[in-house]
């Protein structure tokens, strides 16, 4: 019996991703992607996410590769531009969920806690959450198993009774070691149908 939902932020109700900002500063898209994947990279983003300061990880990463200057300061100068709003059909079934008054609703998010009340400012449907646990607040993120576990026992959520929802594989999958059922995130419409299952 599902009493409680906990969902991932980024990439499954909010559309973030550096290619917004990237593709308006690159002309070429291979360039685009080798910079994304090679200098400015998911693992690199994780560790602000993880807690350290923006400017210490801008400023690591640019006596790195002091030739991408201008473009490492980009992603936190112009983080905003990364926000391409909400996923609308996830945000569909959120608003769903809440009206209906039937489940505890949790966010966990890797997110930067500069960053943070960037988005929080900009989605009203953030407050809508019984609970958030931000990752930069806490100086610890997923997959790591004491980032879910944290959220565990700061709501008294039984794991038996949560359904975890995240893009990332890899999150998923830590979250299903814990024995939390989890939905791995492609598509809103794929959601719509694993949450049918799953809710009955």
Known sequence: MITTLIFDLGAVLIDWHPEHLYKKIFNDEAEMKYFLTNICTPHW??????GRSVKDGTEALIKQFPEYEDNIRAFYGRWYEMLN?????????????????????????????ETWPIALAKYDF????????????????????????LLLDRYNINPAEALFIDDNLRN???????????????TAEKLREELEKSLK
């Not at 610890?140 to 980032?147: D, N, Y």
């Open 45 to 50: 983003n994780e560790e602000q996410d993880a």
């Open 85 to 113: 709003g909400p996923i609308e059909g996830t945000l569909q079934i959120f608003t769903q969920l809440k009206q209906s008054g039937k489940y505890k609703l949790y966010a966990l998010t890797n997110w930067s806690v």
């Open 126 to 149: 953030l407050n809508w959450f019984d609970g958030i646990v931000v990752s930069g607040h806490e100086g610890i993120r997923k997959p790591a198993p004491e980032f879910y576990q």
């Open 172 to 186: 998923v999958l830590a979250a299903e070691a814990l024995g939390i059922e989890s939905i791995h995130f492609t």
